[in-house]
C-alpha cells in the first residue's frame, strides 16, 4: 500500500474515531510488540538481566541519567526499563491491596513490576530515584520489603545534580556480581508476606481508646471532647520536642509529621500505661500527598518498633467525622472555628497586653470552657460568651507593630512544638501575627474541591460536604457575633472560585492539594488584610507540597507584593525561627520609612 494511501485511510479512521483513539491504538499496539520482543530476551539470555524501576523522565532522558544504562551496557547486561514487562492482573494479586492505596501512577507501576521482577529468574530491579522526591521515600520502603521477603538482591540508585557517571560505576559492578551470584544458586521461592508490605488499616475503633494527632493543641482537644461526646474513649497524642527527635531516628525520606505523630503516639501509649491491642492510632482520609499512605506506613513503623506496638490499630475517618454522625460532623467545624477564633483573639491583643501573661491564662481558661462545651456539658453558645468576655477586660496599649500572616503545613502551622513557638516568637521579636481559622481556611478551598468533584462526577462527596458547609454557614453566625465584638471585623465570605488566581501560578482546577491552598490562602489574606508585611511559610522537610510552594515564591510574592520566609522543620532541633529577624527588621524599616514620607519627621 502507498504511502498516500495509507495516510488518507489513517486520516478517515481517525475522523471517525477521534485522534486520540488512533494514537492510543498505534501506542498500545507499539507497546505490546515492545513487551513480546522484551519477553523473548529475556527468557533466552544466558546471562542476568536487569529492569530499570523508576520515573521515565529520570531513567529515559540521557541528560538525566547519568549514563547508567551505558554502564550495565558496558558490562554486557541487558537492560529493560519497567514499560516493556507483560503484567497480567493475576501476576499482582499479592500487592492489589497496596496498589489501591497508591494514588501515585508511577509508584503503581513500581510496585507492579517490582512484584514481577521479584518471581521471575535470571532477572533483577534496579531502582533509579532522585534525591528528595517524596513519593519515592514510600515507594522504596515498600519495594525493599517485598525484595527482602523474596531474598532477592536488587539495587538503589539515588540521582542528584551534582553526581557524575563515575561514581556510579563501582556500585553497578558489585551489584552485577551479586546479582550473577544469586542467580547461580538455585533456591526455591518465597511467597510474599503480604503483612510486611501493606498491613491491614481498619475503620472500627468504637470499643478502644482513640488516640488523635494533635496538629493543633487547641482545636484538637475540642476534637476529642468531641469525641467523647459521642461515646468513644478519645484522647489527643503528647507530643514533646524530645518525641519529634526521636521520631528523627526512624525517618527515611518521608515527612517529618509522619514519625513525629507515631512517635508521639507510643510515648503516649506508653506514658497513660495504655493496652497496645485496645488502642487506635487515628487518622484522616485523605487522597492527596502522601497522606492517604501515612496509615499504611505507620502500620509499618509500629510493627518496627515492636514492644507490644505492632498490636495497635490503625484506622482512617472522615477529618469531619461525617461517618461518626451528623452532630459529630457539625461540632467538628465548630471545634475548628472555635479553636482558630480563640487563637486570632490571642495573637491581636497578647503583642500589646499592658500586664505580661495575662493573654495566655485568657487562653488556657477558654480551652477548658471551650472543652465542656464540645463535650456537652454546656452550651456553646454561653461558652462563647464567657470567652468573649476574658478577652474584652485584658488591658492593651499602642504600638506599631509589622504584621506577619503565617500558613503552609497542616500538621507544622499551628503545632507550637512542632514550630518551636513561632507565634511566641515573631511577638518577642516586635511582630504581630494574623492568623487565619481552619474554618475559614475551608471556606476559602471549598469552591475548588467542589469544582473538582463535579468534574469527577463525585456527587456523593459533592452534595453532603456542601449540605454540611451549608448548615455551619447559616449556625456560624450565632457565634461569629460575639468574637466580632473584639476583632472588629466583619466574618469574611468567600463567593465562588478566583480562577484568574490559580491560572497565575499556572494551576488548574484538578492541582487541588496543600500548593493550591496556599496560592488561593496568600491571595485572600492579602486582600483581606492589606497590612501584612509578611508571609511564613512553615514546612516540615521532605514536604514535596511545600517545596512546590517554596518554588512558587516568586510568584506569591509578585502576586502580593510581600516577601516570604520559608522556615522548615527537620526534627533535629536548634532555633529554626530565627531565619525571620531581617524580615521583622526589615519591616519596621519600611514602616519608619513610610511614616517618614508622610510626615516628614524622621523617626529612630
Known amino acids: 500500500m502507498k504511502q498516500e494511501q495509507i495516510y488518507q485511510e489513517l486520516k478517515n ?13 498505534f501506542k498500545n499496539a507499539g507497546m505490546n510488540r515492545l513487551k513480546a520482543i522484551s519477553g523473548k530476551e529475556i527468557e ?32 554486557g547486561i541487558k537492560t529493560f526499563y519497567q514499560d ?51 513519593p519515592d521515600s514510600f515507594t522504596l520502603e515498600y519495594f525493599k520489603n517485598l525484595m527482602h521477603t523474596k531474598e532477592k538482591p536488587y539495587l538503589v540508585l539515588e540521582l542528584d545534580e551534582h553526581s557524575s557517571s563515575v561514581g556510579y560505576e563501582t556500585r553497578i559492578e558489585a551489584a552485577v556480581r551479586a546479582f550473577r551470584n544469586h542467580a547461580s544458586r538455585k533456591k526455591k521461592k518465597k511467597e510474599t508476606s503480604y503483612h510486611l508490605i501493606n498491613p491491614n488499616i481498619e475503620t472500627h475503633y468504637w470499643d478502644k481508646t482513640v488516640v488523635i494527632p494533635s496538629w493543633d493543641p487547641i482545636t484538637c482537644r475540642f476534637l476529642a471532647a468531641n469525641l467523647q461526646r459521642e461515646g468513644m474513649d478519645a484522647m489527643i497524642m503528647e507530643e514533646t520536642t524530645a518525641s519529634i527527635q526521636k521520631g528523627v531516628r526512624y525517618n527515611t525520606g518521608q515527612c517529618i509529621p509522619l514519625n513525629a505523630m507515631v512517635q508521639a503516639f507510643v510515648d503516649t501509649v506508653e506514658a497513660k500505661n495504655l493496652d497496645p491491642g485496645k488502642t487506635v492510632l487515628w487518622m ?41 454522625s451528623i452532630r459529630a460532623a457539625l461540632n467538628t467545624y465548630f471545634a475548628h472555628m472555635f479553636g482558630g477564633m480563640l487563637r486570632k483573639m ?51 496599649k499602642e504600638e506599631d507593630r509589622p504584621k506577619v500572616a503565617i500558613f503552609g503545613d497542616l500538621y507544622v502551622r499551628d503545632n507550637e512544638i512542632m514550630n518551636q513557638e513561632l507565634v511566641h516568637y515573631i511577638e518577642a521579636n516586635g511582630g504581630e501575627v494574623i492568623t487565619t481559622p481552619y474554618n475559614q481556611y475551608c471556606k476559602m478551598i471549598a469552591p475548588a474541591y467542589f469544582k473538582k468533584w463535579f468534574v469527577e462526577r463525585n456527587y456523593m462527596g459533592l452534595i453532603s460536604y456542601k449540605a454540611l458547609l451549608a448548615a455551619v454557614l447559616r449556625m456560624e453566625k450565632t457565634y461569629y457575633k460575639y468574637f ?12 465562588g472560585l478566583p480562577d484568574w488566581v490559580l491560572s497565575s501560578y499556572k494551576l488548574i482546577t484538578e492541582n487541588t492539594g496543600e500548593s493550591m491552598e496556599n496560592a488561593l490562602k496568600t491571595y485572600y489574606i492579602k486582600k483581606y488584610h492589606p497590612e501584612v508585611s509578611l508571609f511564613i511559610q512553615t514546612s516540615p522537610a521532605f514536604c514535596c507540597p511545600s517545596l512546590i510552594t517554596e518554588a512558587m515564591a516568586a510568584t506569591i510574592q509578585k502576586m502580593t507584593h510581600t516577601p516570604i520566609s520559608t522556615i522548615t522543620y527537620d526534627g533535629t532541633g536548634g532555633n529554626k525561627n530565627e531565619v525571620i529577624i531581617p524580615y521583622l527588621e526589615f519591616s519596621r524599616q519600611e514602616e519608619r520609612e513610610e511614616l517618614f514620607r508622610q510626615t516628614g519627621i524622621q523617626t529612630s
Not at 13 to 25: I, P, Q, R
Not at 53 to 71: C, F, M, Q
Not at 360 to 389: H, L, P, Q, Y
Request: charged share 25%; aromatic share 8%.
Open 13 to 25: 479512521v481517525s475522523e471517525k474515531l477521534g485522534v486520540t483513539v488512533v494514537e492510543k491504538s
Open 484 to 495: 466580632e465584638s473584639i476583632l472588629d471585623e466583619p466574618d469574611i465570605e468567600f463567593k
Open 284 to 324: 484522616f482520609k485523605a487522597g492527596v500527598c502522601s497522606v492517604k499512605l501515612f496509615p499504611h506506613h505507620m502500620k509499618h513503623l509500629l510493627r518496627a518498633y515492636g514492644n507490644g506496638m505492632e498490636k495497635v490499630s490503625v484506622c482512617t475517618g472522615e477529618i469531619s467525622f461525617s461517618d461518626i
Open 346 to 396: 490571642a495573637c491581636m491583643i497578647r503583642p500589646y497586653e499592658m500586664q505580661k501573661g495575662e493573654t495566655d491564662a485568657a487562653v488556657e481558661k477558654s480551652i477548658r470552657i471551650f472543652d465542656e462545651a464540645f463535650s456537652g456539658k454546656t452550651s456553646k453558645e454561653d461558652a462563647v460568651r464567657d470567652v468573649v468576655s476574658f478577652f474584652k477586660h485584658i488591658q492593651v
Open 84 to 134: 516493556m514487562l507483560t503484567i497480567d492482573k493475576k501476576d499482582i494479586e499479592p500487592i492489589t491491596p497496596l496498589l489501591n492505596e497508591l494514588h501515585w501512577h508511577f509508584a503503581s507501576k513500581i510496585m507492579e513490576t517490582a512484584e514481577v521482577v521479584s518471581n521471575t529468574e535470571k532477572i533483577y530491579p534496579v531502582f533509579v530515584t532522585t534525591f528528595k522526591c517524596t
Open 44 to 75: 533466552n539470555a544466558d546471562d542476568i538481566s536487569v529492569v530499570f524501576l523508576g520515573r521515565p523522565y529520570t531513567i529515559l532522558n540521557a541528560s538525566e541519567n547519568k549514563g547508567i544504562p551505558n554502564i550495565f551496557a558496558s558490562l
